[in-house]
């Protein structure tokens, strides 16, 4: 088996180091001995925005905020189920993930970058959605490892309660709110309800069929 090679580091504002690894046409992104991402395993990552465009089917020109580049899976499905009316932007906060999709992982990311109905904005997804009120249709976020961040410790305040507050503002009536999360989380669910939302969970494989069983919220405006 080929080795794991090391093609790019990078520090969140808390100091956390991100590493970007490649073995063979395999790419990680890594933390510590963490994976946060992998290139083999998509599909949650696409079912994060299936799942919130199906919410929305026959709404038109729908705006939608994804949190989290990571490596284009959850961009690439909303593309794909989007029409052209759509408009896409997504907020990543460590300039160098946006690098690395420009860069060594050009081909896992297939030119999604360049659809004209997408925006990237290298800035905290907390502050895009704290800056607007009833703009958005979807706000997706997979900036972590869900509730229980792992990557980057500011990243909780988006998963409590003033967090989901602000997303339920930001959203327009109907609007859906979609999270990642490696786990499931009870009290999440709670407070997604506490602030209004009506909510779904659903279980997800990391793979098409197989890998880890991750969890993801669909909850609704």
């Known amino acids: 088996m080929l080795p794991w090679v090391r093609l790019g580091a990078a520090k969140t504002d808390d100091g956390t180091e991100l590493r970007l690894m490649q073995r063979g046409s395999e790419f990680s992104i890594m933390i510590g001995t963490n994976t946060l991402m992998n290139s083999r395993l998509s ?106 961040a792992m990557a980057q410790q500011g990243n909780d305040a988006l998963y409590f309660t003033a967090g989901l507050e602000a997303a339920f503002r930001a959203l327009r009536p109907g609007g859906v709110f979609t999270v990642w999360s490696s786990l499931p989380d009870p009290a999440f669910t709670r407070r997604l309800k506490k602030v209004g939302f009506t909510v779904a969970e659903v279980p997800t494989r990391a793979g098409k069929k197989r890998g880890a069983r991750h969890m993801i919220w669909v909850a609704t405006k």
Do not use: Y
């Open 43 to 148: 599909g949650s990552e696409e079912a994060l925005a299936t799942l919130a465009c199906s919410a929305l089917a026959g709404r038109p020109q729908v705006k939608m905020l994804i949190g989290g580049l990571g490596m284009g899976f959850t961009l690439r499905a909303a593309l794909k189920a989007l029409d052209d009316s759509a408009r896409v932007t997504v907020a990543e906060l460590v300039p160098a993930v946006v690098e690395w999709a420009h860069g060594p992982m050009a081909e896992v990311f297939a030119g999604c970058l360049e659809d004209p109905r997408v925006a990237v904005r290298v800035e905290d997804v907390a502050v895009v959605i704290r800056a607007a009120a009833n703009s958005w249709d979807a706000i997706l976020l997979d900036v972590d490892n869900g509730p229980e």
